[in-house]
């Protein structure tokens, strides 16, 4: 049962991370123009958008999901034992990633332009 209860909870984690990437990515790639003037092409802009939205915050998401449980499992889990705030500090580590992956993506992005 103990098992168990540590899969839910992992996943439960690995969900708020996916939707934590996908945020990401949404605030990055920001709102598409709702212009219905380009006909044909606005229908393929619209196509690639959403597509290329699913995938890359979906893969941001994946990378914060492991970085996240390295954390907890290495670190966190036998550091909060016998802690009341276990779920807020978990919330604060999963939000200090997520601002970490979205630095190193800026940084390889924008600064050094690999991506």
């Known amino acids: 049962m103990r098992i168990v209860k540590h899969i839910l909870t992992y996943l439960l984690w690995t969900i708020v991370s996916l939707l934590m990437g996908f945020g990401y990515m949404r605030l990055l790639l920001g709102n598409l123009p709702t212009d219905e003037s380009m006909g044909g092409v606005g229908f393929m802009l619209k196509i690639f958008y959403f597509h290329g939205l699913t995938l890359l915050g979906f893969s941001m998401g994946g990378i914060i999901t492991l970085l996240f449980i390295l954390i907890d499992i290495l670190y966190l889990s036998k550091k909060l034992k016998n802690n009341s705030k276990k779920s807020i500090i978990r919330i604060v580590v ?21 991506i």
Request: overall charge negative.
């Open 94 to 114: 999963l939000l200090a990633t997520t601002a970490v992956v979205a630095l190193i993506h800026y940084v390889l992005e924008k600064v050094i332009d690999v």
